[in-house]
């Protein structure tokens, strides 16, 4: 869905529970397992620290290597903060 509103690329959520990661490539959605930790990353920890939605300052993207730019926001459970 976010591919036909532009230049949206993925859809990540990071869970605070393990630092796993839900990434949304067109239709599929897989936990990826590899030793990547969601909270490590700048879009989290924003989207933790300030308890609102935002968007980030212009960054690298680690793989790519292209300035990029991502749109957070909290996820809440029973009014407890789950991911980002």
Not at 59 to 74: G, N, R
């Amino acid at each position: 869905m976010g591919k036909k509103a532009g230049e949206f690329v993925d859809l990540y959520i990071g869970f605070e529970s393990t630092g796993g990661l839900l990434l949304s490539s067109g239709e599929f959605l897989t936990i990826k397992k590899d030793n990547y930790d969601a909270r490590t990353r700048p879009w989290y920890k924003q989207a933790i620290s300030t308890k609102k939605a935002g968007v980030s300052k212009p960054y690298e993207d680690a793989i790519t290597k292209k300035l990029i730019i991502s749109i957070f926001t909290p996820l809440y459970k029973n009014n407890n903060i789950v991911g980002g």
